[in-house]
Structures are given as structure tokens and as C-alpha cells.
């Protein structure tokens, strides 16, 4: 009984790390948000993405409102065992809460010095509809 | 003449925002990293990744050392426009600092009370080679 390997992970100062997802197949990055150890230990646990929510600072199953869950086939560690990566099966394809595959969509255009952020893939899903 | 598109991205209290790079073609995750204004800036500038190294406090034109240049052909934001993803050619397709293709080598293996991290990706260079 050890949990060393929990250890091995380099928390940052408030105790989290960072985490993207990947979805199995595709290899697209769905999304990115951080972990910490309680989460990663429930996401070893049910085999499913846990993340811990900074904003509403508390454990965040992914997908318990929404539905969208994350089913996790592997869990990857970086050389400087600071940035975890995790490979997913993504619940009815859609990943961002605005009702999208990945939460990447929005596409750099221009130069420095005229540049902008163009939205570049579908809503799949209404967000109202998502979040009743 | 607009760097609106600058300020559109959250950089957080340090004035960073965390850096995915994904491989064009395969979709591998190869590495994380961070990025200030100025990083930002000079990769639409030069069209190669350049990032902040908070360990060594300057910019971080990647591949300045080891060769390993990262050629940007998309720059992506997310929904919250707090996290940015390059998609990149890699330079001899060694990304990480270990000689090998990606960072994220070490897989977890077991379970909770018994979990490790196993290195599941070979070296394809040696460091010492890579730096001189």
C-alpha cells in the first residue's frame, strides 16, 4: 500500500496541476484545467475525469451537469512531473461548456499588429439546452 | 494598428498564460509550457514557438539550444481565453528535454494504493548529444 506515485506529481503552492485533456482516437485537446490530489485519486478511482474548480474551489466531476463525462483510458506525467495529461473518451463528443467538441476553437488571424481570434468550429449543442 | 487581440487573452496574476504544443499531423501532445505578452508576441513575429521560462525568468526561444525549433502553424485560444494551443512542426520530432519525442512519457500504471509511473517512450537522442 503506497501512494508514492502521488508524491512523484510536483503540486504547485496552492496544491494543483495542471491537466489536458486528450480525446482517444482523434488526439484532439479537448480542454485544459487543474487537478489536485483529491482529484486525481478520484479520477483513478472511478475512471473518470475529476478536475478541482478554481473558480468554485471544490472537486469537479466532469460532466455531472452538463452529462458530458470523460471517460479516462490513460493518465500521462511530464518529465518535470508537473503537467498531467489525460487520454479520454469524451461523452457525446462535446467538451466545452459552450457547446463544442474542444474548447480550442477560437483561431488566431493576422499579424501583431492587426490580429484577432476567429471562432473556427460548430456549436454542437445549445448551451441551454446542456445546462437546464 | 491594434493589440487588442493581446488583451482579449487573460493572462493571469504573473502575467502568464499556460502553452499546450501539439504536434501537426500525429495531434501528439509534445509539451507545456508558459508564455508572457512579449513571448506571444515574438511567436507571431517569427512564426516559431518562443515561450517564458519562469525558472529561469526571460524568454525562451525553444530550440535556441537544442536545435528542437518549433515552427507554429496555428495559434488557438480557449473558451475562457486563458489557455493558448500552438499547433507546431517539431524540429527532429524531439520535444522534450529527455531526448524524446513527447514529455509526457511516464504512463500511470496499478491503482490507487499501488500506482506508479512508468517511462512507456524511448529516448531518441541522447542529451548529452542534444546539449553540447
Redesign the interface.
Known sequence: ??????D?VSWDAQGLV?V?A?EVG????L??AWMNREAL?RT??IGEAVYYSRSRKRLWHKGEESGHVQKVH????????D?V?LKVTQNDGIA???G?HS??????E????????TTVEPVLKDPNKIYK
Open positions: 500500500m503506497t501512494q508514492d506515485w502521488l512523484k495542471p489536458i486528450q482523434s488526439n484532439d485537446v480542454m485544459f485519486v483513478v478511482e490513460e493518465i500521462r506525467l511530464d518529465c518535470d512531473e503537467v495529461l466545452c461548456h459552450t463544442r474548447c480550442f476553437f477560437q483561431k488566431f493576422g499579424s501583431v499588429d492587426a490580429g484577432r481570434w
